[in-house]
């Protein structure tokens, strides 16, 4: 079916705003990442879902970052009190999830926030 | 310092040319080696994953992997204007994905 899709595109907000990022996986796929990205840098990777649970949120950088993929399938990053250093791309990339080897991810378009 | 380190370039090569990028990476203990290509504005799509030592080819991209020295590379022949993008190196350890920070090439015609 479609690809990774990701909304909104873009998404501007005031400083200490609450935004939500969704993301809808490939259907089957099993694992999820959020990343960020930021200009001229790589994604920085922020947490990994397997299924429904978070397998691994070390890289969600404070407590003002959460995510959720409560029935396996669609996940929502949410943001609270944003700040103007939240400003970059959130990237969703799934994948099917198969092993421990890292299988081919695919990336969807990305959220553009703002912060200003 | 970094999990995985690039020359942010740029690296110009003429149209028809061989284009060669480097990445080191940090971690021994790392399991899976990736290459992404990403166009300005766009996310990034998979080029070649790399898994063991020695090197793979597929079509006109060779990744080559040498664990020893914790290095990857990938070769472009016949390098096109289209080629023209950030590349990124990814390597996945323990179900983290660690990006670079990417090189860009430019093509020439």
């Known amino acids: 079916g479609a690809g990774v899709s990701q909304t909104p595109s873009n998404k501007v907000t005031e400083k200490g705003k609450y935004v939500e990022l969704r993301c809808d996986p490939i259907s089957g796929h099993t694992a999820l990442y959020w990343y960020r990205q930021s200009l001229g840098q790589g994604p920085e990777f922020l947490i990994y879902f397997q299924g429904t649970g978070a397998a691994d949120d070390s890289g969600l950088p404070n407590d003002r970052f959460f995510a959720v993929r409560p029935e396996g399938s669609v996940s929502t990053l949410k943001i609270q009190r944003t700040e103007r250093g939240d400003s970059a791309v959130y990237l969703c990339?799934?994948?099917?999830?198969?092993?421990?080897?890292?299988?081919?991810?695919?990336f969807g378009p990305g959220t553009r926030l703002t912060v200003l | 310092q970094k999990e995985v380190e690039q020359n942010s370039g740029p690296l110009s090569v003429p149209e028809g040319a061989i284009a060669s990028l480097n990445c080191t990476y940090s971690d021994r203990g790392s399991q899976s080696f990736f290459w992404y290509r990403q166009y300005s504005g766009k996310s990034p799509e998979l080029i070649m994953s790399i898994y063991s030592n020695g090197d793979k080819e597929d079509g006109r991209f060779t990744a080559q992997l040498n664990k020893a020295s914790q290095y990857v590379s990938l070769l472009i022949r016949d390098s096109q204007p289209s080629d023209s993008a950030t590349y990124l190196c990814a390597v996945y350890n323990f179900n983290k994905f660690y990006f670079g920070s990417g090189t860009k090439l430019n093509v020439k015609p």
């Open positions: 990339a799934s994948s099917l999830g198969r092993g421990s080897g890292g299988d081919t991810q695919y």
